[in-house]
């Protein structure tokens, strides 16, 4: 299993980036697809989940990024994305992919953050400038 993330750079407070991360060894929608990122100084956070076929390929997304982040797959390319818009400075961190087998979520997609996922990639630093 490997994960492999890429599109983070320096991005202008209010503009837009897309990461990707690229999955071999399992396919991505049978699996549990998450975006996590540590800002300097503080804990690592969940960002965006993708539940997998086995919840319907539901999306979640935490309180601080929910309206402005979007997660998606890309079955073909076996790679799941963040799209990330209206970007704020608190928004600088290193975003890392992560991946674990499918479970059954809450309907609100509340707690995912604190399963384990035993597969990560290295991260992809994003910079916001104000």
């Known amino acids: 299993v490997q994960l492999v993330e890429s599109g983070g750079g320096l991005v202008q407070a209010g503009g837009s980036l897309r990461l990707s991360c690229t999955a071999s060894g399992f396919r991505v929608n049978e699996y549990a697809m998450a975006w996590f990122r540590q800002a300097p100084g503080k804990e690592r956070e969940g960002v965006c989940i993708?539940?997998?076929?086995?919840?319907?390929?539901?999306?979640f997304c935490e309180d601080s990024v929910k309206g402005r982040f979007t997660i998606s797959t890309d079955a073909v390319k076996n790679t799941v994305y963040l799209h990330l818009d209206a970007v704020k400075a608190e928004d600088t961190a290193i975003y890392y992919c992560?991946?674990?087998?499918?479970?059954?979520?809450?309907?609100?997609?509340?707690?995912?953050?604190?399963?384990?996922?035993?597969?990560w990639g290295r991260g992809t630093q994003v910079t916001v400038s104000s």
């Open positions: 992560a991946a674990r087998k499918a479970f059954f979520m809450r309907s609100d997609g509340r707690g995912w953050p604190r399963y384990e996922f035993p597969h």
């Open positions: 993708h539940a997998g076929d086995l919840n319907d390929s539901k999306k």
